[in-house]
T-cell receptor, first 111, second 114 residues
Framework: SQELEQSPQSLIVQEGKNLTINCTSSKTLYGLYWYKQKYGEGLIFLMMLQKGGEEKSHEKITAKLDEKKQQSSLHITASQPSHAGIYLCGADNTGGFKTIFGAGTRLFVKA | DVKVTQSSRYLVKRTGEKVFLECVQDMDHENMFWYRQDPGLGLRLIYFSYDVKMKEKGDIPEGYSVSREKKERFSLILESASTNQTSMYLC?????????????FGSGTQLSVL
């Protein structure tokens, strides 16, 4: 079965610094999602990537899917306290019906 | 915006009790899902439903059952709660089957079984 591995597990950065979170799949990714979760709350959709080499941005967050479609990265530029939370990558199974998730990356931003 | 509402944010139950977790979505979504979230394990799919009265097992269905009598409502049932079911439970919905759709999540229910 497909598994998603996220790294790092947790990250503490100084406000204003850039950071990158990675998501690696054991199989080819047919749909890769990034979600953000504030502590103790539900997940909020950030972006979806489908094509090899695709890149999307929203405000200061950029997500990329590599050409081989087995790895994605999430990059935050000039981090702010509002970026703190848990970032999870998710992927559709081959049937496109169930979404599996990585274990998440906990981001702390020091003011 | 789609709203997915879970009936309780926090719940404390005793071992052996029957527990109902309710989830309602207001956007006529076909698919509904129940996940549990545990530290270091991420989200794991318990059950999902792609239509009224239809249900499919996810990756960890043991000890759980579900009910979907109406399109907007998807209930998760713990027949006899156990301490290893202490977890954050998240309900989600998506628009339709057969296409890659993002999930809309509720705020979660933190269940503690004592």
């Amino acid at each position: 079965s497909q598994e998603l591995e996220q790294s790092p597990q947790s990250l503490i950065v100084q406000e204003g610094k850039n950071l990158t979170i990675n998501c690696t799949s054991s199989k080819t990714l047919y749909g890769l999602y990034w979600y953000k979760q504030k502590y103790g709350e539900g997940l909020i959709f950030l972006m979806m990537l489908q094509k090899g080499g695709e890149e999307k941005s929203h405000e200061k967050i950029t997500a990329k899917l590599d050409e081989k479609k087995q790895q994605s990265s999430l990059h935050i530029t000039a981090s702010q306290p509002s970026h703190a939370g848990i970032y999870l990558c998710g992927a559709d199974n081959t049937g496109g019906f169930k979404t599996i998730f990585g274990a998440g990356t906990r981001l702390f931003v020091k003011a | 915006d789609v709203k997915v509402t879970q009936s309780s944010r926090y719940l404390v139950k005793r071992t052996g009790e029957k527990v109902f977790l309710e989830c309602v979505q207001d956007m006529d979504h076909e698919n509904m899902f129940w996940y549990r979230q545990d530290p270091g394990l991420g989200l794991r799919l318990i059950y999902f439903s792609y239509d009224v009265k239809m249900k499919e097992k996810g990756d960890i269905p043991e000890g759980y059952s579900v009910s979907r009598e109406k399109k907007e409502r998807f209930s998760l049932i713990l027949e006899s709660a156990s301490t290893n079911q202490t977890s954050m439970y998240l309900c989600a919905s998506s628009l339709s089957q057969g296409v890659r759709e993002k999930l809309f999540f509720g705020s979660g229910t933190q269940l503690s079984v004592l």
